[in-house]
């Protein structure tokens, strides 16, 4: 426990230093390096690996000592991370040794939540996927197929055969048109055009289903945090699962730092806040402090008048905020906690004085 916070790196330093290794990786391969810059940058890596080998047993010891949570991936990279360039060490020809620090590039990954997000995004739309990866599989053999019917006579030693037409069919449908393959009938050519709309009509469906994908994640986790957020206003346990589902959706969670002025008096007020945690100031004429659980901004959005007082967090504050068209629709649906807003506003208004 004491020896921990003496070898601990954190995610950013652990990506620097695979950068830092890359980039020596890639020095290494150029002919010019040669002498001493050859052994400044072999112990560059050398001081990596040893960085690595106490990050990995770092990550072991954490593993240990919390057991609930899994850190398979991050062990795994870890290992991998002081095990392979170990084992070239060893094994490998010295010619190729710095080459297998490559697998560094692992690193960044390790503690990256968007890669996680990306894994959960590809599993969720894997079906949509595989539904795209075969169609350009379908439309790959088939431009491979016309490919080498309409060419094979004109230019035998390009597409002479379906996997020589093949290249072709791959290079027109990524549109990346390297020109090595052309075809040169007029028939050819149509179908190169029609290849390369096809191409970029299933690159904008891959696009458009992980943008999706990504959207419906982003969704998901704000609706899991705000769902646990929500718990702590004792305002919504009165709320059915239904309407709980509703406004969960329709609020917006904001961690605002101690100080910041959320809102001015006279500014307009379009949306209402619940403290989650912390405390806001009121700068009433004798100021007033709300703390978690409580709700603020309301009253602009029931009398449809200017900001009544500036708010500022007191402390760091966590916030659910809700916009005027979705406290409408609140209203509406839970008549019971809109009459509680409205006769809090409406004691709040008694106390704030006119003009
Ligand atoms: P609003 O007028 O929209 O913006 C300022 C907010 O401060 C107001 O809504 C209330 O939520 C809050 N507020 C105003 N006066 C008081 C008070 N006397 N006690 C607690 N909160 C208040």
Redesign the pocket.
């Known amino acids: 426990m004491s020896a921990r916070p003496f070898f601990r790196i954190s995610a950013a330093v652990s990506a620097l230093l695979a950068v830092t290794g890359l980039f020596a990786v890639a020095a290494l391969t150029t002919p010019d390096v040669t002498g001493r810059a050859k052994i400044a940058l072999d112990a560059v890596l050398v001081a990596i690996w040893a960085a690595y080998v106490l990050q990995l047993i770092d990550t072991l010891i954490i593993q240990r000592a919390s057991r609930s949570r899994d850190r398979t991936p991050a062990i795994a990279v870890d290992v991998l991370a002081v095990v392979v360039p170990l084992g070239a060490f060893l094994f490998a020809g010295s010619r190729d040794q710095s080459l297998y620090c490559a697998i560094w590039l692992l690193k960044p990954l390790r503690d990256s939540t968007f890669f996680r997000m990306l894994g959960r995004v590809v599993a969720n739309e894997a079906r949509n996927l595989v539904g795209v990866t075969s169609i350009f599989g379908i439309v790959l053999f088939g431009a491979a197929l016309a490919a080498y019917l309409i060419e094979r006579d004109v230019q035998p030693d390009r597409f002479g055969s379906i996997p020589q037409a093949m290249w072709w069919a791959v290079v027109t449908l990524s549109t990346t048109g390297y020109g090595d393959e052309i075809p040169q009938s007029f028939a050819g050519r149509v179908l190169a055009g029609l290849v390369m709309m096809s191409g970029i009509g299933i690159f904008a469906l891959w696009a458009g289903i992980l943008a999706t994908g990504f959207a419906e994640e982003v969704r998901r986790r704000d609706f899991v945090r705000n769902w646990q957020l929500v718990a702590a206003v004792p305002l919504f346990q009165k709320l059915s699962s239904a309407a709980l589902v509703e406004i969960v959706r329709a609020l917006r969670s904001r961690v605002v730092p101690a100080g910041t002025v959320i ?1 001015r ?1 006279g500014d307009v ?1 379009d949306q ?1 806040f619940f403290i989650v945690e912390g405390h806001v100031s ?1 700068a ?1 004429p004798n100021p ?1 402090d ?1 703390s978690a659980g409580s ?7 029931i009398t449809g ?7 500022s967090a007191a402390t760091e504050v966590s916030l659910l905020s809700l916009y005027a068209v979705d406290f409408q629709v609140l209203s509406s649906s839970n008549p019971d906690i809109a009459e509680v807003i409205r006769k809090t ?1 409406l004691e ?2 008694g ?2 004085p006119k003009g």
């Open positions: 809102f008096k007020g209402m009121v009433t007033v709300l709700f603020f901004g309301e009253m602009a959005l008048e200017p900001r009544s007082a500036t708010v506003a709040r208004r106390a704030v």
